[in-house]
């Protein structure tokens, strides 16, 4: 941190959310995809979906006066009325509007984020940020901030190393100044950002990656089990058993049962305390693949051991969203979280129990398909938890074509991420 003076640093941390102008047309970095017809100069091209409303003060929920209204969006709120469709639950993670399906929605959000560059790519996107944040570098060493163009470009650093260390000595002069409630979960892990040729650009710290918004790796693994079951019917027999819990029917009289793990998160963590969760997720640091990663974090999470984990885990795709982050998340909302979670099963044996190995979880509970798909409509799961639950759900012919929503369910689970990928 030699190049950063922090007491100057604090003296370009605005007291007001930047004003910005009511751009006519997209900036630069963004008009090959704006047909003219698309841009409008009225408060109908923001869409009253997205709220021309009052920008924040800094990080806050509290509107300036009607006067001082420009492009900021309303922060995201959990979808709360009544039980949650499976689309709900989707709508709810991948939240960051479509071009296809509302090009004034996805517009309004283009014309308010500033774009992420390095200069060595001055054409590649490789992040959104938020006005206010962008305005904390004006004036700091190694960065540039247009404001035209909307965009915050690291114009220092040729290699990796470089980049990486002035990415660093950055973020912890930010977090020395107290400015961003998202800094205060600083964890001490690096997260890898990729370039259009799948190289390593640079990596940041995991608290930071939101500030920033460029694409997070994550692995999540659901842990499973089968049993038989006697499947009773007619009158006089005992209940038939609820067909939600049933992957397989053998015969008239035995079903075989899918049962799943499910975690609930500690109360005290910073982000999104007390939801039900997958069996094990974690962030995928740099240099890490996602099996290592997966390996670890079911030690670490729960208790399950390497050699276990390394037989019996299959490695089952993807799940990719782009999430705008709202109050539950911790730290600042609006913040731009563009997923990839490397998608993992493991079938257990009914003797096996995960077990919490560390603070972040209260216990583990086995749980029938029908308790699962209950929480989840009820709101009780971490919303990309439940993502990666309706992958599940799908590959095991849980839902089905017959299931409101199918095909567009299926297809948002996999989302075409904006920014490159590895």
């Not at 479509?98 to 992040?127: R, V």
């Not at 067909?243 to 049962?257: G, I, N």
């Not at 609006?334 to 044996?349: G, H, K, N, S």
């Not at 749980?367 to 799908?394: H, Q, S, T, W």
């Amino acid at each position: 941190m030699d190049s950063f003076n922090l007491t100057k640093l604090r003296s370009y941390i605005p007291e007001n959310l930047p004003q910005l102008p009511k751009l006519p047309r997209l900036p630069s970095w963004h008009t090959s995809m704006n047909p003219d017809e698309e841009i409008e100069n009225d408060a109908e091209t923001r869409g009253s979906a997205v709220a021309a409303t009052a920008p924040m003060t800094p990080y806050t929920d509290n509107p300036a006066p009607p006067a001082e209204q420009g492009l900021s969006l309303e922060a995201p709120q959990p979808i709360s009325s009544g039980p949650k469709s499976n689309l709900d639950l989707i709508n709810e993670c991948d939240n960051f509007p479509y071009y296809q399906t509302n090009s004034k929605l996805f517009f309004a959000h283009i014309q308010t984020y500033y774009a992420l560059y390095i200069a060595n790519y001055p054409d590649t996107e490789l992040g959104y940020i938020l006005p206010s944040v962008a305005a904390v570098f004006k004036g700091l060493p190694d960065w540039e901030v247009d404001d035209t163009n909307r965009s915050l470009t690291l114009i220092i650093g040729n290699t990796e190393e470089e980049r990486s260390k002035i990415v660093a000595n950055t973020t912890a002069a930010l977090r020395a100044t107290g400015h961003f409630k998202v800094l205060a979960g600083w964890r001490d892990e690096l997260y890898p950002v990729y370039g259009p040729n799948h190289d390593l650009l640079f990596s940041i710290e995991r608290s930071a990656s939101a500030l920033f918004g460029v694409v997070t790796y994550g692995c999540h693994m659901t842990a499973f089990t089968r049993s038989k079951k006697q499947h009773s019917k007619g009158k006089g027999k005992s209940a038939a058993l609820d067909t939600s819990d049933v992957e397989r029917v053998d015969s008239d009289e035995e079903v075989e049962e899918l049962r799943i793990w499910v975690p609930r998160r500690s109360a005290t963590k910073q982000t999104y305390p007390s939801l039900l969760d997958n069996t094990v997720a974690g962030g995928i640091a740099t240099g890490e693949t996602p099996l290592e990663s997966m390996v670890r974090e079911a030690g670490e999470e729960a208790s399950l051991s390497e050699e276990l984990v390394r037989k019996g885990v299959k490695a089952v795709g993807t799940v990719t969203y782009f999430h705008i982050r709202d109050q539950r998340a911790g730290g600042e909302t609006r913040l731009l979280q563009p997923e990839c979670q490397y998608v993992f099963d493991l079938e257990l044996e009914e003797g096996v129990v995960p077990r919490p190995s560390d603070d972040e979880v209260e216990g583990f509970e086995l749980m029938g398909v029908g308790a699962v798909k209950e929480a989840m409509r009820m709101g009780e799961f971490k919303p990309n938890c439940a993502m990666v639950l309706l992958d599940f759900f799908v590959r095991h012919g849980v839902l089905t074509a017959g299931d409101e929503g199918y095909i567009e369910m299926v297809a948002r689970l996999h989302r075409r991420l904006e920014f490159p990928t590895i």
